[in-house]
């Protein structure tokens, strides 16, 4: 999302949520920002996974959300 030229990635996630009330989502960054706890609160985001990451764990995140039948991560 740093390369966006007119939108980041929270207000992408904003914009998404307002699109897609239900959909479950998964933040991705490199900077291990508290306020991503917030986002998690608010139920902007479903869970986060910091970069980088392997892509069995991306995995596992994605098994998890998609068990959690739209329920808050454990």
Known sequence: DR????IDGVTLLRILKRLLPS????LASGHANPIYKEHEKEGLITCFIAKPFRSESLLMLVHRVLATRGLPPA
């Open 23 to 26: 959909a479950r989502m998964i």
């Open 3 to 6: 390369l966006a030229a007119e």
